[in-house]
């Protein structure tokens, strides 16, 4: 899914709808405050879709903790699964996970995803160019040399 001239469109028409063009300066406060609204609506959308882009194409890297597994690149959890949704980061994913399988190269390791997530951050800030085969390994490698801290270790 992208962002298309339809939806372009869209929003400039509820622009238009709420009235925030052509208003006399005496509301202009109301003015402002309506932008500001439509803009983070449409900020909102924008998050949307790029997050069903961002779960749809990862190549996922799979990672555990307790008893659900997640993608250490996207941060999609099939703990949604399970647990419901609180949000709508979490709605999306159970979304995703309705229709599709969360599956990709499963590093068999049980982690605090905020941790493994930024660990694998790093290492593709370290290495743009990396490959995901080439970044699973690397994780595991990180994660086997910061085995001590008691948060991290291997199935």
Same mark, same amino acid.
């Given at each position: $899914?992208?962002?298309?001239?339809? %939806?372009y469109?869209?929003?400039?028409?509820?622009?238009?709808?709420?009235?925030?063009?052509?208003?006399? #300066? %005496?509301? +202009?406060?109301?003015?402002? *405050?309506?932008?500001? /609204?439509?803009?983070m609506?449409?900020?909102?959308?924008?998050?949307n879709?790029y997050?069903?882009?961002?779960? =749809?194409?990862? @190549?996922?890297?799979?990672?555990?903790?307790? #008893? +659900?597994?997640? !993608?250490?690149? !996207? &941060?999609?959890?099939?703990?949604?699964?399970? /647990? &419901?949704?609180?949000?709508?980061d *979490?709605?999306?994913?159970?979304?995703?996970? =309705? @229709?599709?399988k969360?599956k &990709?190269? %499963?590093? *068999?390791?049980? !982690?605090?995803?905020? $941790?493994a997530?930024?660990?694998?951050?790093?290492?593709?800030? #370290?290495?743009?160019?990396?490959?995901?085969r080439?970044?699973?390994?690397?994780?595991? %490698?990180?994660?086997? #040399?910061?085995? =001590?801290? @008691?948060? !991290?270790?291997?199935?």
């Amino acid at each position: $899914m992208e962002f298309t001239k339809y %939806d372009y469109d869209n929003v400039i028409n509820e622009i238009n709808l709420m009235g925030l063009i052509s208003r006399s #300066d %005496d509301d +202009h406060d109301i003015v402002l *405050e309506n932008t500001i /609204n439509a803009f983070m609506k449409t900020a909102d959308r924008f998050e949307n879709i790029y997050k069903k882009n961002l779960y =749809s194409n990862c @190549n996922h890297i799979l990672a555990h903790i307790e #008893d +659900h597994t997640y !993608c250490i690149k !996207c &941060g999609l959890d099939d703990i949604v699964l399970r /647990n &419901g949704v609180t949000n709508d980061d *979490e709605k999306l994913m159970l979304e995703y996970l =309705s @229709n599709n399988k969360l599956k &990709g190269i %499963d590093t *068999e390791i049980i !982690c605090d995803k905020e $941790m493994a997530m930024a660990l694998t951050y790093r290492i593709a800030l #370290d290495k743009p160019t990396i490959n995901t085969r080439e970044l699973a390994k690397d994780f595991i %490698d990180t994660i086997n #040399d910061i085995r =001590s801290d @008691n948060k !991290c270790f291997r199935r």
